[in-house]
């Protein structure tokens, strides 16, 4: 028997997905095609539900589960974390009921708890990855998957993450949320300092699009933060202590007054990752902080 097998054998009625958007879609989709069974399926709206319930195989969904008997062995919670508590609060506990996980990044397993008041079969699962629609087939390959709560359902749902294609995590709360909160850095907060870099383009007179410009770039600085430290990935004029540029660019800022701070965030925890390479040339580090810490 294989270890996937071996999995399978655990879920014998299979999983229950309530929440079809992109991530609850993407897991339906992974699960069913690695010989998982996909039990039932549940969505606020029904559109998206019954596609996924199409494409599983699935011949029981709706909006809400009617009956106890619906529910797979586990349960996954795939709602946006303003909802989670909402529907635990809706559902109440079921008596010989399922496992429950969530889905959440930030949130810890302990907010199942009215599910489960002993604490036993439940969990979260967060997959550190970003699902849309294009990637939905792939999104689990190699990507990591934390693990927090009952430490047995724990065990039985990491040989399925490993089955899936994904690799398992086990973390405590505290750790979970500091997964999350590191993603955001090098995930969400990229989004916004794209948008300041079109901004900076467009108060100064120029229509082209920051993505087409600077997109070989970035692709280029995105594969060394890959496979070296940051540090050693650093180029510009900080790195370089060169604050005859760093003036140059203040100086344009003037006119961009709300890109100044975060210019001046940016540039100082840049220089602190700069000051950790031992053979760059420090002599003008103490000039470029004043820049960057300048509040007139």
Known sequence: MTPSESSRQQFPRGFTIIG???????????????GYH????YNRTLESCVRMAS?????????????????????FLCLPDDQIGAFVNKMGPVKDGPAWVHTSGATPAEVLLPLSPSGTGIAAMHPVQTFTIKNR??????????LQGDPELCGKLKKMVEAIGARPLLVDSRQKTAIHLAAVYVCNYMAPLFSASQNLLRNNGMEVRARDIFGPMVRQAMEGLLSHPPAEVLTGPVVRGDTGTIDRHLEVLADSPDLLPLYRMLGKATLELARTLETRDQSNDDEMLKRFSDTE
Do not use: Y
């Open 20 to 34: 079809t958007g992109r991530l609850g879609s993407s897991l339906a989709l992974r699960l069913h095609s690695k």
């Open 38 to 41: 996909v039990r039932s399926l």
């Open 55 to 75: 494409l599983t195989g699935t011949d029981i969904h709706g909006t809400f589960p009617a009956r106890p008997e619906d529910l797979g062995d586990v349960v």
């Open 137 to 146: 087939d792939t999104a689990f390959n190699q990507c990591f998957v934390t």
